[in-house]
Each structure stands twice: as structure tokens, then as C-alpha cells.
């Protein structure tokens, strides 16, 4: 039976009682599923786990990303990113964000490990983007009714607007990556609540609006939505896990731990397996 303690009145959830290093019957998938729903992140203490068992954890929920477009990944694990910093290779991640909205198809859901962790710092945040919505002023609502959005690889810019090739680099990578359109407001496949889907990340422009006018709408929304009541922080010791919905959330791994060293493995799952089999069977 597993043991679920809510951590905020906003989101998220720590769960006891299973050990994702063995075999995980169905009935726990579904118990931790439906964790997940409710919580939008839960987190595990003390889990010594493999790739394997990663994989084997994430395949319950949907399928597993490929290799991702930036990041490496564990020898032998194409799909078990590995997210390694020191003073060498610092953090890039410091900054509100939903993961890959940049794609037509963002992931369902991500399953972070923490392999080395520092004593003090390194702390991550979630967004209740469920809560961010529900707090809006009602005209702010019927405004934002129908509205879409630009999404591109915004703060990925980073990794290629460098060099002196007058922005080739850049524009193929713009190329390589896309942009994609998302309603500003969308509706949760299962759990039918309205949230919020806009991100400092990767939103670059509210449609139908001028350039200042969006910037400004955009503003306000990140400004709201950027409030201690929606949040949760979650300070890691080595061997904890966390599974977060990246469809209702957002994060925010706060980079203030250097020159220590952080090691983290992540598997991205690309689809909800259950929503998939509900569809097929209606």
C-alpha cells in the first residue's frame, strides 16, 4: 500500500512504500498514475535504481524520448539524458519553463533521478499551472478565450548564438527545431481542469496581437503566474526521483550550487498511455 503525503495545499505529492528498483506490479503503476493526476508531481526518497529500472519506470507510463537535441545521455541509455554540471559545464536550465513546447507534440511527462547531489543548493520548483489559470481576473479569462501562442526554442538560442558566422548556426537551428502554435489556455486530457500554457522559456508571442501589445499581455501572465501559492520547491538528496505532469506544470531548477558538482538522469516519457488506450476504446 503506498504511503502518499501531500507536500503543499498547491501541488505536489511525496509517496512511501514502494521501491522502484524491483518489479512494479500494475496495480502500483496505476496507484502512482493516478498520484500523478492529482498531485501533478510526486516525489521518491531513497531510490537506488538502474537505467534499467528507469526505463522499466517510465515505459509504464508511455514511451520513451528519443535522444534529446541537446543534452547527452548515459552510456548505453540513449533515452536516459544526463544532466551533469560543475563549474566546466554550468547550468542552463535557471528559468521558468515547460519542457519542448517548441514541438507540436510537447512531452507528456519526465522522470528526474538525483545520481550526486550537492550538500546545499540545487533545489528545483513546480507550477500548479491549474492554479495559475483559476486565479486570473475573469476578463483576463474571456480575453485570453480562443487565443494561441508562438513557442520556439527560446533560451536554446544560447547554445548556438555564439561563434562569428553572422547567425548560420542559429538559423539552422531554428530549421532543426520549429516553432509551434499552442492555445494560451488548454484543457487536461484527463483530468478535464483548464490551465494556463504559456512559459518564459520558450513563449515568444500571443497571436493576433501587436509585438508590444504581446509582450505586455505575456508579462502580466508570467508575472501572475510566478507566485509562491502556485509553487512548490523540493530540496534533493542523492537517490531521490521525482515523475511531474509536463502538460499542467512548469520548473525551475535553481542553479546557486557551484562550483559543486550535480548529476542528475532524466527520462522523458513522450506520450500518456492510458489517455492513448482510452481514446482507442471510446
Known amino acids: 500500500m503506498l504511503n502518499i503525503r501531500k507536500l503543499t495545499p498547491a501541488i505536489g505529492a511525496e509517496i512511501a512504500g514502494v521501491d522502484l528498483s524491483g518489479p512494479l506490479s500494475p496495480q502500483v503503476c496505476d496507484q502512482i498514475y493516478d498520484a500523478l493526476m492529482q498531485h501533478q508531481v510526486v516525489f521518491f526518497r531513497d531510490q537506488h535504481i538502474s537505467p534499467e529500472n528507469h526505463m522499466a519506470l517510465a515505459g509504464s507510463f508511455g514511451d520513451p524520448e528519443p535522444p534529446h537535441p541537446v543534452y547527452p545521455h548515459v552510456d548505453g541509455f540513449e533515452s536516459v539524458m544526463k544532466l551533469e554540471n560543475h563549474p566546466d559545464n554550468p547550468p ?3 528559468g521558468w519553463h515547460t519542457d519542448l513546447t517548441f514541438r507540436q507534440q510537447p512531452p507528456f511527462a519526465s522522470i528526474l533521478w538525483a545520481s550526486k547531489v550537492p550538500e546545499c543548493g540545487g533545489d528545483t520548483l513546480w507550477m500548479n499551472l491549474y492554479a495559475a489559470y483559476d486565479a486570473l481576473p475573469a476578463g483576463i479569462k474571456r480575453d485570453l478565450e480562443g487565443m494561441t501562442a508562438v513557442h520556439d526554442m527560446g533560451d536554446f538560442r544560447n547554445n548556438f548564438a555564439v561563434g562569428e558566422d553572422d547567425g548560420a548556426r542559429l538559423t539552422a537551428a531554428h530549421q532543426r527545431f520549429g516553432s509551434a502554435i499552442h ?15 504559456v512559459n518564459d522559456g520558450f513563449t515568444v508571442h500571443l497571436n493576433g496581437l501587436k509585438a508590444g501589445d504581446s509582450r505586455a499581455l505575456l508579462n502580466y501572465l508570467l ?18 526521483l521525482a515523475i511531474w505532469d509536463n502538460r499542467c506544470t512548469m520548473h525551475y531548477a535553481v542553479a546557486d550550487y557551484l562550483p559543486h558538482y550535480r548529476c542528475m538522469h532524466r527520462v522523458t516519457v513522450v506520450n500518456d498511455r492510458r489517455v492513448e488506450k482510452a481514446v482507442r476504446a471510446a
Open 183 to 197: 492555445p494560451v489556455v488548454r484543457t487536461h486530457p484527463v483530468t478535464g481542469r483548464r490551465f494556463l500554457f
Open 223 to 240: 508575472t501572475h503566474m510566478n507566485q509562491p501559492e502556485f509553487q512548490l520547491r523540493f530540496t534533493w538528496r542523492d537517490h531521490s
Open 92 to 94: 542552463d536550465t535557471d
